[in-house]
């Protein structure tokens, strides 16, 4: 069926460094995308989320990429810190009646100070 | 202003038995979708409701039912447990539409012994 997935499963980066986190999903009907951080015993937190009719937003230190060209989706965080490191997920919801959101394995992101 | 709030935070089970998960959404969200995240994966997609009817049901078992009060909040029930059905469970409100940022709570630990 059709899923969301992530390329790199680990990413680890120095402190001040800037972060790239990628995904590939498969459904071309997918219009909404969203970008969670999930830290380790707490539930995923909403980062930032794109529609399908823009190809960038940016947010406090994140931007979001979306290329629907070639079905792939980007998380950059500027400046990494120590508290960024956490599991990232994206996620896309598909339209329909129901608001089923698709998430991918995710990605580690350990931030080294 | 209070998030998404899930009792109880963690559960222990034995096999063959039912439990019933709580979830009370962000004041003003009237949706409120439930997901099982298995240790080492992303969240899977159980349930929808809106207005107190189930909008979406995702891949599984009958032993798995939700409904909606009318203030929106939320019970998540699971007959017969099974040793697999140990994981994070996860509620998640929004604003109606599917293109509406879905914000987590920090679940539910259950394990089932």
């Known amino acids: 069926g059709e899923n969301v997935g992530l390329h790199l499963p680990t990413l680890s980066v120095q402190e001040g460094d800037n972060s790239i986190i990628n995904c590939a999903y498969s459904n071309s009907a997918s219009d909404y995308f969203i970008w969670y951080k999930q830290e380790s015993g707490k539930g995923p937190q909403f980062i930032i989320d794109i529609r399908s009719n823009m190809d960038k937003r940016q947010g406090q230190r994140v931007t979001v990429l979306l290329n629907k060209t070639v079905k792939h989706l980007s998380l950059q965080i500027a400046a990494t810190q120590p508290g960024d490191s956490a599991v990232y997920f994206c996620a896309e919801y598909s339209g329909g009646s129901n608001y089923k959101l698709t998430f991918g394995k995710g990605t580690l992101l350990t931030v080294n100070p | 202003d209070a998030g998404v709030t899930q009792s109880p935070t963690h559960l222990i089970k034995t096999r063959g038995q039912h439990v019933t998960l709580r979830c009370s959404p962000i004041s003003g969200h009237k949706s409120v979708s439930w997901y099982q995240q298995v240790l080492g994966q992303g969240p899977q997609f159980i349930f929808q409701?809106?207005?107190?009817?189930?909008?979406g049901r995702g891949n599984f078992p009958d032993r798995f039912s939700a409904r909606q009060f009318p203030n929106y909040s939320s019970e998540l029930n699971v007959n017969a447990l099974l040793l697999g059905d140990s994981a994070l469970y996860l509620c998640a409100s929004s604003l109606v539409g599917g293109d509406r940022p879905q914000h987590f709570g920090d679940g539910t630990r259950l394990s089932i012994l």
């Open positions: 409701y809106y207005e107190k009817e189930e909008r």
